[in-house]
């Protein structure tokens, strides 16, 4: 189940025009919960997928190299 919501995650990140959203963007636009939402960004953090950029109080994930699995 984990792998099939960082893909989905990955999904919405590679089909927004800049490839980035807040963790409330992501939970509005997959129709996941908040925790299953962070378990997933949390995975793709540890693997470097994204990137966490930190504007005011909100982090925006932002789509890393290295997409495809390498």
Excluded: F, H, P, Q
């Amino acid at each position: 189940m984990v792998d099939n919501v960082v893909n989905k995650i990955v999904g919405i990140l590679k089909r927004n025009d800049d490839g980035s959203l807040t963790i409330s963007e992501l939970v509005r636009v997959s129709g996941l919960s908040r925790c299953v939402v962070r378990t997933g960004l949390a995975r793709l953090e540890g693997a470097e997928r994204v990137s966490v950029r930190k504007i005011g109080m909100a982090k925006v994930y932002i789509l890393s190299g290295g997409l495809d699995g390498r």
